[in-house]
């Protein structure tokens, strides 16, 4: 079912994402293999994943659709970007 919010004159837009999501999901999973280091819960990952990818620059695509050759962040400038997230989510984990 889709989510009504997402409409626009009987359209929906959820298919409708940023381009780097799957690119910090898989620096994430590399990067989050040692839980007795840091907190692997459900909150803390989502807390990792949401500031990644506040911290990099949008570039939203159609499901399905072409990515053009614009300047994206590199994998390096990614993982730089989801291991600061690691460190201040372990600083201050929203739980105790």
Same mark, same amino acid.
């Given at each position: 079912e889709?989510? @009504?919010?997402?409409?626009?004159?009987g359209y929906s837009l @959820?298919?409708?994402?940023?381009w780097l999501e799957v690119q910090v999901i898989d620096v994430i999973r590399e990067t989050?293999?040692?839980p007795e280091k840091q =907190? =692997? =819960?459900?909150?803390c990952v989502e807390d990792v994943y949401a500031l990644s990818l506040n911290n990099l620059p949008a570039h939203y695509i159609q499901k399905g659709g072409l990515v053009l050759r614009q300047r994206? !962040?590199?994998?390096?400038?990614?993982?730089h970007a989801v291991s600061a997230a690691i460190v201040k989510v372990g600083e201050? !984990?929203?739980h105790d």
């Amino acid at each position: 079912e889709q989510d @009504e919010r997402y409409k626009i004159n009987g359209y929906s837009l @959820e298919n409708v994402r940023n381009w780097l999501e799957v690119q910090v999901i898989d620096v994430i999973r590399e990067t989050l293999v040692t839980p007795e280091k840091q =907190c =692997c =819960c459900g909150l803390c990952v989502e807390d990792v994943y949401a500031l990644s990818l506040n911290n990099l620059p949008a570039h939203y695509i159609q499901k399905g659709g072409l990515v053009l050759r614009q300047r994206h !962040p590199d994998r390096t400038t990614i993982a730089h970007a989801v291991s600061a997230a690691i460190v201040k989510v372990g600083e201050r !984990p929203r739980h105790d």
